[in-house]
């Protein structure tokens, strides 16, 4: 694995024209979206043309980046998700095979979004130099690949993680098997991976885990590490007394919230904190039964659909941030923090530790799911302003220096070019 892509003279100074697929793209769906706007964004900077494909819900993107949208069933859609499409909504095979697969309990989007996007550039093969896979890892990328377009395909964790902590929370037979269902797009993931010629990982943690869970090359995988934003910046207003930020794209247990949750009642009954989750819970999801059986409904603010200016000055507003997850495959919350001058608690999962880099520099680390050692941390951290502070100019430091998208466009950009010029039957040393 290495953590540089290959510099190649044959096409080093032509702008590319790249196809950039993610089956769902919208950021405030998560790390995937933000993925996708700040790159693209960098790349055509770059002088690079880019199109990015995508199903709904569709991304906000920067001037200069064209969307193509690739239209499903839309059948997890607010306010009425797992519907059944009306006869006439059905257009083709690919639309029976999504309809059947949510009726079966399955999660079909990433199989059928990528025979949608290869069916679309079978037609627009010559309109481009590469297409790039945001985490689809569908059969329709191996189709892509065997057309002879080059391919190059972002792993920003192994989904093999999130079933593995959601079957280990399930508490039913029936609940379990219902999540073994759902995941079983995760199989596919495993094949298709597995023969793709180029692999791009966030963390040297993340791509340990793609070669380990899915039985990729380590030779075929490069580390490419994200960026963050520059609205990311330390408040120029005095921060919340008391006040703790976490940021969570899901409601799931992976992402630790739970934990959290329990650690903030027990401060609470000392000290007057609020605690502000960037997240959407499921409405009568266990993190609400949670927030209602611990009684601090009142201390705890739920924010989300938020543009990044604004999610930077909620993240700037706190004290301390938390990122509690059980894991991670980068680790953006963790990076934005960083460089909004927050001091973190974070857990000793995945990539994290990678990102915040030396224990106690710019973050305390926590062992994963200890509710003690978490509140022990925070408290800590809440009674120690002048190390709060220490905290955060380090991390602020270490996210300017370590975290960039234009690195991460230029990174990227090689890793294509040397997926260009191995099509070619190019040298993809010829220039080291």
Avoid at 45 to 56: T, Y
Wanted: aromatic share 6%; with cysteine; charged share 25%.
């Amino acid at each position: 694995m290495s953590a540089r892509p290959s510099r190649l003279s044959s096409v080093s100074e032509v702008g590319l024209r790249v196809a950039l697929l993610s089956y769902r793209s919208k950021p405030h769906c998560g790390g995937q979206g933000v993925y996708v706007r700040h790159l693209s964004r960098e790349l055509v900077a770059l002088g690079h043309h880019v199109e990015v494909f995508s199903g709904q819900p569709y991304p906000a993107l920067d001037p200069g980046v064209r969307l193509v949208e690739v239209p499903s069933l839309d059948l997890y859609r607010e306010p009425d998700p797992f519907r059944t499409p009306r006869p006439r909504e059905l257009r083709d095979r690919i639309d029976l095979l999504e309809v059947a697969t949510m009726w079966t309990a399955g999660f079909p989007e990433p199989r059928t979004f990528s025979l949608r996007a290869a069916r679309l550039l079978r037609n627009r093969l010559g309109d481009f130099d590469v297409a790039h896979d945001n985490q689809t890892l569908g059969y329709g990328m191996l189709d892509i690949q065997r057309a002879g377009l080059p391919l190059v395909t972002t792993i920003h964790h192994p989904i093999t993680f999130d079933r593995r902590v959601e079957l280990s929370a399930a508490t039913t037979w029936r609940s379990q098997l219902t999540l073994r269902r759902w995941y079983a797009f995760v199989h596919m993931q495993a094949r298709v991976a597995r023969q793709l010629a180029g692999i791009l990982c966030p963390s040297a943690s993340s791509a340990r885990d793609v070669v380990t869970d899915f039985g990729v090359d380590p030779a075929r995988v490069q580390v490419v590490p994200l960026g963050v934003d520059h609205v990311f910046r330390p408040p120029s207003l005095p921060r919340t007394p008391g006040r703790i930020v976490a940021m969570a794209s899901a409601d799931t247990p992976m992402k630790g919230i739970a934990t959290l949750l329990e650690a903030f009642a027990k401060l609470r009954t000392e000290r007057d904190l609020e605690l502000v989750l960037v997240s959407r819970p499921k409405p009568g999801g266990q993190t609400e039964q949670l927030l209602d059986r611990l009684a601090i409904s009142d201390s705890v603010r739920f924010v989300g659909g938020m543009s990044d200016t604004e999610l930077a000055a909620v993240v700037g507003s706190a004290e301390i941030a938390c990122v509690p997850s059980l894991y991670e495959g980068f680790s953006l919350p963790a990076a934005e923090a960083m460089a909004c001058g927050t001091p973190l608690v974070v857990s000793r999962a995945g990539a994290i530790p990678e990102v915040v880099g030396p224990a106690g520099e710019c973050a305390d680390l926590v062992t994963p799911g200890d509710v003690g050692e978490l509140a022990a941390a925070l408290a800590r951290l809440l009674d120690d302003p002048d190390r709060r502070a220490r905290m955060g100019s380090a991390g602020r430091r270490r996210a300017l220096a370590e975290f960039s998208w234009r690195v991460v466009a230029e990174a990227t950009a090689a890793a294509y070019r040397q997926a260009v010029d191995v099509r070619r039957g190019g040298d993809p040393d010829a220039d080291r």
